[in-house]
Structures are given as structure tokens and as C-alpha cells.
């Protein structure tokens, strides 16, 4: 299936999150670092779905299930922080469809956290606006408040201080993701950057800046897992937009005009008979 997913009312896509671009300023004294990056995301991922239940409980399926704790997993961590912030006295039972890889830098575990959010929202009938349930999220995480929202957006801070971005030359654009099945760890990565402050990124259109900067996150990751360099190298034989690596890794995307040169693309990756994921669709 290649296109957008069909979800129930009762279900919620967790929408793959892309860094177009990442700036890495500084390291913070707390661990974290200072970044700048542009966030978009696909109209595809992971599926929440959830009904009324006792307490908070979770099932895991899909094709990236294994090894996933149901007990400590973010979802689970999502819907009692938003029981508890809101007073709420229901449960809900709630089941992931685990379409994304893990640890694969496309914000797969956050992306279900912000789902889980706006699904319980709805289903406890809350009614939080997007701004206060991106505020309950932060505690779960860097990523987790702009995948809430899961608009393009320009992310500052350690990602979590969102600011609209001009998206005119990005929107109806699709975009090819790429994973080699090789996970990774974002704390290895990130403590594998050389520390260089390479500059800010460039404010503008959100396309134009990302094609003018760069992920130094990139780098740290190829040297971990060599592999990438072919992946970016098979994106850009197709002439993308763009093509980098996203987030922390290892999935690596490339932007193009149309859904049709994006499956196009991913034919090609795929006769190259290396042992690669990928999802096409469009940016939101």
C-alpha cells in the first residue's frame, strides 16, 4: 500500500516525522543540545487506535511489534500523563499498529505518544486545543510537541520551541523513505558529534532553507553505519529535491514533485537488492 492510510474514527495516525535539515549549535549542560531544525511529516506511519476500557492498557502489532515493551512503551506513558494532567478517571485500551521501524530517526515512538494524545483527547472528550496538548507532551520527549501538531514547522531550542515556517514551496511535494534495517541509538549519535557549531540554519521557505543546509547529525551516524552513504547516493540518483538522512538516523528520505517519481524512486532503490524499508507518500 502506497497510499495515505485509512484509519477508523476511533484510530489516529502517528505521522512519520522528517528532519528536512538539523543544525546542531551546542551541547547543553542537562544533555540535551541546542539545535535548529525544520520538522515536516508524511501522511503515513504508525496506527493508534483505542476504545473505553479499564485502566491503560496496550497490544502491540504490526510489522515491527517484536521486542516492544507494552508495560514502559511512550504510548502507555502518553495516556497516563494526559489522565493525570486532565483529572481524568477513565481507561482506555489502546492498540498500536507498529508500521515504522524503531530507532530509526523518523520519530516513530514520539509520533505514537502525540497520537495517543489526540486520539484520548477526542475520546475522553477533553476538548484540549493542539498548543495545550503539545504542552502536556513535552516531558515525553524532544520531538513529541511537534509531532502533536504534525504540521511543518521550524523547531529551535532542543526541538521543542516550535515556530510556523513559509511551507509554499514544499507543499504537494511526496517524499521516499529509506531505512537499511540497521536501528541505532540517538544518544550514541548524538554524543558522536564532533561538537563544531557549523553555523545557523537559514530562515525563508521551508524547502529552500532545508536544500541550503545540512544534518550534522549525518556524519556520526555514516560512521556507525556505513551503509548510508549508499543509501543518500541511491536517493540522489534519482534526482530528488533533496535527500539526506533524517534525524538521528538511520532513515534517510528524498523529496520529490509527485507521489509518481517518488514510487518511481523507490522502484529503483528496491532493484538494488539491498535489505531496505521504504514508504512513499506525501508531506502533510
Known amino acids: 500500500m502506497s497510499g495515505p492510510d485509512r484509519v477508523m474514527p476511533d484510530s489516529e495516525t502517528a505521522y512519520a516525522k522528517i528532519n528536512l535539515a538539523l543544525h546542531v549549535r551546542r551541547r547543553l549542560p542537562d544533555g540535551y543540545h541546542a539545535l535548529e531544525t525544520i520538522f515536516a511529516f508524511l501522511d503515513r506511519g504508525d496506527v493508534i487506535s483505542a476504545e473505553p476500557g479499564d485502566g491503560v492498557t496496550l497490544e ?7 521486542g516492544l515493551s507494552a508495560i514502559d512503551n511512550l504510548v502507555v506513558q502518553a495516556a497516563r500523563l494526559l489522565a493525570d494532567q486532565s483529572g481524568v478517571k477513565q481507561g482506555a485500551r489502546i492498540r498500536l499498529d507498529k508500521r515504522l521501524p524503531v530507532a530509526s530517526g523518523i520519530g516513530g515512538g514520539s509520533a505514537d505518544a502525540a497520537a495517543t494524545l489526540r486520539l484520548l483527547n477526542r475520546l475522553w472528550r477533553l476538548g484540549l486545543t493542539t498548543a495545550e496538548l503539545a504542552d ?14 504534525s504540521r511543518t514547522c521550524r523547531g529551535t531550542g532542543i526541538g521543542q520551541d516550535l515556530e510556523p515556517v513559509a511551507d509554499g514551496d514544499l507543499r504537494g511535494t511526496a517524499a521516499l523513505l529509506v531505512n537499511p534495517l540497521v536501528p541505532v541509538s540517538t544518544a550514541d549519535i548524538f554524543a558522536a558529534w564532533d561538537g563544531i557549531d557549523r553555523g545557523a ?3 525563508g521557505q521551508a524547502l529552500q532553507s532545508a536544500r541550503n543546509g545540512r544534518n550534522d547529525l549525518q556524519p556520526p ?23 539526506r538522512m533524517s534525524g538521528s ?3 534517510c528520505f528524498g523529496l520529490f514533485e ?22 512513499t507518500g506525501m508531506i502533510r
Open 136 to 149: 502536556i507532551a513535552k516531558p515525553l520527549g524532544a520531538d513529541v510537541p511537534a509531532c502533536v501538531a
Open 60 to 66: 502491540i502489532e504490526g510489522p515491527f511489534a517484536d
Open 201 to 203: 540554519l537559514e530562515s
Open 221 to 243: 551516524a555514516v560512521a556507525m553505519v556505513p551503509i548510508l552513504t549508499g543509501i543518500v547516493a541511491m536517493l540522489e540518483d534519482c534526482q530528488p529535491l533533496v535527500a
Open 249 to 251: 538516523g538511520a532513515t
Open 258 to 279: 509527485s507521489l509518481a517519481e517518488a514510487r518511481d524512486a523507490e522502484r529503483r532503490c528496491r532493484g538494488a537488492k539491498v535489505p531496505i524499508w521504504t514508504m
